[in-house]
């Protein structure tokens, strides 16, 4: 009859589950919620100088170890054992046994803290909230996550071919007061994000949204990993582009669809303003037509209903006495249309009606708009090639922002980082 090469485990030790140890007593603590496990360790004992297993136990210690919550939370003591090592050539006399659950000076099991990183970045909670749940302190979820976002894969082994870049703040500004001087300067978080715009994935988070940063990002990629980049889409910021024409010199730029039609808006909420205040002395009023219908004449006018459409012609015939609005709303139309042409020759054509449509209109609003168009007409008409665009990055801009609103706030930028990059990095694995 075969017999079984080891003793099977108790009851309790398969309940327990934790790997490498075994339960050999369980009580109720004064707190009847709270249960006191004893476990001893079955796994080997290597010396960490020379590596030579030893079993002779010199002592015994009970150390307490947090772990997850075991039907409840449970105040874990391990009975660990301090062993001789009898290799002669070793300098060691003793030494502190250690398993891959709790390695030497670790005071949680790996499995709380996998645990705890897992209810950070894949259930995307407040660590807070997380350390209350699991009775542990907010620092230990932290340092959790910080760790894992450290050993997280070096972007250097992923090969983007096209990125996008955006600017965000990461907190509200505040004023600081120079200690000396007594003058206050006024403080913008700002940050840089940097996705691969195929994947979603973010690649990194810069301080600042001028060309240093970036750039610095840039200079500490390889050479091969540079080489790869095809297209960067970036929202129409000088600094960026600087970044981007310093380190990457031979990939194509492309500026952001939406950011430019927001450009546009902004010309014609512009004059609006202006030729309220020139035609009413005032600001725009509920029962001002153009100030109405606001929000109608930013929408795109092939996303109208017929209703919308009436509306807007009914605010040009009665509320534009000078003709300065429906002129503006031309332009704006004029570059939508531009930038939905699919073919080089509807590109040239569209761009000479803009142009067209800018010179009639002969106001310092419109001709703004258009200087702006000539200076990033090159990162244009990488758009309309290749489509790269910055959407991907505004979706990274969400979920940070979801991120954000969870956490209620950083105040160190490693923490906001590490969290970042550690969901988007678990999102893209999904
Ligand atoms: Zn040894």
Redesign the pocket.
Known sequence: MNQPTQSCPSAATTLFNLPDYRVISVVHDRDASIRVVTVASDFPAA?P??A?LASRVHSRRIQRVRDILVAGRVRLMWAKRRLF?D?TL?V?KTFSESTPQVPRFARSTARLKETLKNAVIDSGRAASEVATAFGVSWWLVNTVVVAAAAALPSVDLLAPARLGIDEHRYRSVRWLQDQQSKKWTRYEPWMSTIVDVDTGQVLGIVDGRDSRGIGAWLKARPTAWLSCIETVGIDPSAAFRKALRENLPDAAVSVDHFHLVLLANDMLTQVRQRVSREQNGRRGLKTDKAWAHRLLLLRGYDTLSDAGKKRLDDVFATDDPSQELVAAWGVKEALRLMLSATNPASVEDRKIFFERQVKAAAMKETDRLLATVTKWWPEIQTLLATRVTTAKVEAANTMIKNIKRIARGFRNPTNYQSRILLRSAARTVA
């Open positions: 010396c100088g020379c030579v090592c290799e070793c060691r």
